[in-house]
C-alpha cells in the first residue's frame, strides 16, 4: 500500500509484533519492534538471516538516542548532530531495553535515523525503535523498490509499505566512533570524504572477513543468482552463442550483450548507485548466463558501488 496513506495500520502491526517492510532513503528495511525479542526473531525467520548477523535499530529522531542509551560519546553525538537524519549507521552501548537477539548478544547496538519522511513517521507513529536489516532474503539483492520486496519475501511480510524507488540505492554507512579513532564498518551511501571531512582521518576496516564484525562485510553477499564477473573496461562479448549482461557504469557500446543495464548515462555516481540494485535485479531476471560488470570510479560513493559488486562477484567460481 501508499506509504503515506498505510502508516497508522502498519505502525499498529509494528506494535503487534508483525513485521512490516518500508521504504528508506537508502534500501527498503523488514522492520520490528526492536523492544519485542519475538518480533525480531521473526525477522531473522523471513529473511533466513543466521542469528549471528545483527540488525540495526531505527529511530524516528536523533534526539530519541539519548533517551534510549543514555550520554553518547562525543565524536558519536558529533556525527548524529552532523548526519541524521541520513544514511549513516552508528555504533552505541547496547541499552538493556534493546533484546540482545537483535544484536546478536553482542553489547553494541547499531542505530540510525532514516532520511525518508515516512519512516520516521512509521517509527513515531509505532512509538518503538524499529529493528530493521534489509528487507531481502540473506545474502541476495537489497530491495530498491517495494516489487523487490514482495517477489523475495512474499507472504513472510505482513505489510509492505510502497513509497517508490529509493533515493540512495545503497545500504547505510556504519561507523564505530566510540573509542578515539573513528573506524568504518561498511562502506555505504555516506561516502568515506563526507566523515573525514566531519572527523579528521578515519580506518575503513570493511574488507572481507570469514567471522566479520559487520556481516554485510562477508565475501560474498549482494548476491544476483546469475554468476556475475567484475571487469575494467569489458569490452565486447566473445561471439560464443553464450547470453551475457553487461552492467556498465556509463554508456558505452554494447553490441553483444543480450541485456544491458547503463548505472548512469553521464556517469553521475550518486545516480549509479541508485540505480545500482534496481539494474542488478533486472539483469538476473534477464535469462542470461553470465553477468559482466564494470566497477565505478573508486571515489565517493562510488567505493560502495565496487564494494557491492566485489561481493557479489564473490559467488562466482570459474569451475562453475
Ligand atoms: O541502509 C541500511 O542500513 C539498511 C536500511 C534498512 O536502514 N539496513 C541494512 O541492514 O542494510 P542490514 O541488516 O542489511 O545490514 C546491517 C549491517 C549488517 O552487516 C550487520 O552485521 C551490521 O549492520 N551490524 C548491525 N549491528 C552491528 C553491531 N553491533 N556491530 C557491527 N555491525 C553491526
Ligand atoms: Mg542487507
Known amino acids: 500500500m501508499p506509504a ?9 502491526v509494528l506494535r503487534a509484533g508483525g513485521l512490516v517492510a518500508f521504504p528508506t532513503e537508502t534500501v527498503y528495511g523488514l522492520g520490528a519492534n526492536a523492544l519485542d525479542s519475538r518480533a525480531a526473531a521473526r525477522i531473522f525467520a523471513a529473511k533466513a538471516r543466521p542469528t549471528f548477523d545483527p540488525l540495526i535499530t531505527h529511530l524516528a529522531d536523533a534526539a530519541d538516542l539519548p533517551a534510549l542509551v543514555g550520554a553518547l560519546p562525543p565524536a558519536v553525538a558529533a556525527l548524529a548532530e552532523r548526519f541524521w537524519p541520513g544514511p549513516l549507521t552508528l555504533l552505541v552501548d547496547r541499552p538493556a531495553v534493546i533484546p540482545p537477539i537483535v544484536t546478536s548478544g553482542l553489547d553494541t547496538m547499531a542505530v540510525r535515523v532514516p532520511d525518508e519522511t515516512s519512516a520516521r513517521a512509521l517509527i513515531r507513529a509505532a512509538g518503538v525503535p524499529v529493528a530493521a536489516p534489509s528487507a531481502n532474503r540473506f545474502g541476495q539483492l537489497s530491495p530498491t523498490r517495494a516489487e523487490h520486496v514482495v517477489r523475495g519475501l512474499g507472504a513472510a511480510v505482513d505489510v509492505v509499505l510502497d513509497g517508490g524507488p529509493t533515493r540512495c540505492g545503497i545500504e547505510s554507512t556504519i561507523v564505530d566512533a566510540r573509542g578515539p579513532y573513528p573506524v568504518v ?70 553490441d553483444g550483450y543480450a541485456a544491458v543495464q547503463v548505472l548512469s548515462p ?55
Open 4 to 12: 503515506e496513506r498505510g502508516i497508522a495500520e502498519a505502525a499498529a
Open 185 to 254: 564498518l561498511r562502506l555505504g551511501a555516506l561516502p568515506v570524504e563526507d566523515l573525514v571531512a566531519a572527523l579528521g582521518p578515519v580506518t575503513v576496516r570493511a574488507g572481507n572477513s570469514g567471522q566479520p564484525v559487520a556481516p554485510g562485510t562477508l565475501a560474498a553477499h549482494y548476491a544476483p543468482r546469475t554468476p556475475l564477473r567484475l571487469l575494467r573496461d569489458a569490452g565486447a562479448p566473445p561471439a560464443d552463442g553464450i547470453r551475457r549482461g553487461l552492467l556498465a557504469f556509463r554508456d558505452r557500446p554494447a
Open 266 to 320: 553521464a556517469g553521475d555516481l550518486t545516480e549509479a548507485a541508485a540505480q545500482l540494485f534496481d539494474a542488478l535485479h533486472r539483469l538476473d531476471a534477464a535469462g542470461v548466463t553470465e553477468i559482466l560488470a564494470e566497477p565505478a570510479p573508486d571515489e565517493g560513493i562510488g567505493r560502495a558501488i565496487n564494494d557491492r559488486l566485489g561481493r557479489a562477484a564473490a559467488t562466482w567460481s570459474p569451475a562453475g
